[in-house]
């Protein structure tokens, strides 16, 4: 017999919400819960990133809050089990990775086990649970921290990937957390393409892939979801949004390090057009990020082009996740901090991308890729859901 089970995947860059505590954090959760609402899934996977924002130190109890109160709001009440994976164990520095995963299942869902990787087994999953702290000794979750010789160059800092497993109705799946390098200066990203922080991210991303395809468990379709920190080739981009004008490199005065790139406009005045500096992207005509959801500057997103052998993504058709403005009347800027770029993302396996496309009858529910409250300030971040029928056989 066959069966659907609605899924949806949710992946959120939640720092603006501790650093910003407040305002932003009530219209994130109704947001929230609309999607839930609309989507009526069955099984839902909330995969978060930089818990606790910036300052840690001092917000991760609220974080922890924010948690439970997603976890006991009478929106989820529906949802009888629940797994929650926070990793706040901030004291110890070489483990702490700032993830937090949770996971709900629906009282109408019956057939469904998470793998214990102690074990190497599978087993039903049950009641609420609640996992805060370093994880080191959960046995249902594997989590990594990137290692410190990977990037010498770089300062070290709270990125990694956190992996659970599952069944539903005999369908086996892994779901992957992940956090990856962002760019620390603009001026450094537009020095080459790919950039060195591209370079990075790849290394780290092919990094995870194996780790998760490698012997230790029989390999599974797998999502791959969080803030994978893309951006545009910003080289090439710079280049397209500055064609019609006078470049400039301005150099500090005491060495011959760049310290900002202006673009003006030929004719108009020399009105500036384009401004660079190491966290400043200010472009004038920013509304080219969000027409037609960006398309224009979908071709330069090229980072994930190196996996398409091991992985790929529904089409994206929404604008760049990333960076809105914090201010809550502001809800569709960007801030001018970071060229707007797709950081935040739900990859999956071939095989994966096969289970979700698998019925192909006129009633088929459609598969849905899109952003969590467009027209709401999120934070920084908008997160991104992707929602899709599982079929799988019963037997």
């Avoid at 190491?278 to 398309?295: C, I, M, P, S, T």
């Avoid at 071709?299 to 929404?318: G, L, R, S």
């Avoid at 467009?374 to 859901?385: E, L, Q, R, T």
């Amino acid at each position: 017999m066959e069966t659907f089970t609605d899924v949806l995947l949710v992946t959120a860059n939640l720092g603006s919400l501790f650093d910003n505590v407040g305002d932003i954090q009530n219209g994130w959760l109704r947001e929230l819960y609309k999607t839930v609402h609309k989507c009526k899934p069955q099984f839902i996977a909330l995969h978060f990133q930089e818990v606790g924002g910036k300052d840690y130190l001092v917000n991760m109890g609220q974080a922890e809050n924010f948690f439970w109160n997603i976890e006991s709001s009478k929106e989820m009440k529906d949802f009888d089990r629940v797994c929650i994976y926070i990793d706040s164990q901030f004291q110890t520095e070489d483990r702490f990775t700032a993830l937090g995963s949770m996971y709900f299942i629906h009282k109408t869902l019956k057939n469904i086990y998470q793998y214990d990787f102690n074990v190497k087994d599978f087993k039903a999953v049950v009641g609420h649970s609640k996992h805060v702290g370093s994880l080191d000794r959960v046995t249902t979750v594997e989590k990594e921290k990137f290692p410190k010789n990977f990037w010498p160059d770089f300062k070290w800092s709270r990125k990694g990937f956190m992996r659970t497993r599952w069944i539903i109705h005999n369908q086996g799946f892994d779901l992957v957390n992940i956090h990856l390098f962002h760019d620390a200066s603009n001026l450094i990203a537009c020095n080459s393409s790919p950039s060195i922080y591209s370079t990075n991210r790849k290394n780290a991303l092919r990094y995870v892939v194996n780790r998760i395809s490698d012997s230790r468990y029989t390999a599974l379709p797998f999502f791959l979801f969080g803030d994978f920190n893309f951006r545009l080739d910003t080289l090439s981009v710079v280049q397209h949004l500055s064609t019609e004008a006078d470049v400039q490199t301005v150099k500090k005065d005491s060495s011959n390090e760049v310290e900002k790139i202006i673009c003006e406009e030929k004719d108009n005045d020399h009105q500036v057009l384009l401004q660079i500096e190491e966290k400043l992207f200010a472009y004038l005509h920013q509304a080219v990020f969000r027409e037609d959801n960006g398309e224009a500057l979908l071709k330069y997103d090229k980072e994930v082009k190196a996996f398409h052998d091991v992985v790929t993504e529904e089409d994206i058709k929404f604008p760049p996740s990333y960076p809105y403005s914090e201010n809550y009347t502001q809800p569709t800027q960007y801030m001018n901090t970071r060229c707007p770029a797709w950081c935040d993302r739900i990859l999956m396996s071939h095989t994966a991308h096969n289970l979700i496309h698998r019925s192909k009858e006129d009633d088929e529910k459609r598969v849905v890729y899109n952003t969590v409250g467009p027209n709401v300030c999120m934070g920084d971040h908008k997160p991104v859901f992707l929602f899709f029928s599982l079929k799988t056989d019963t037997h």
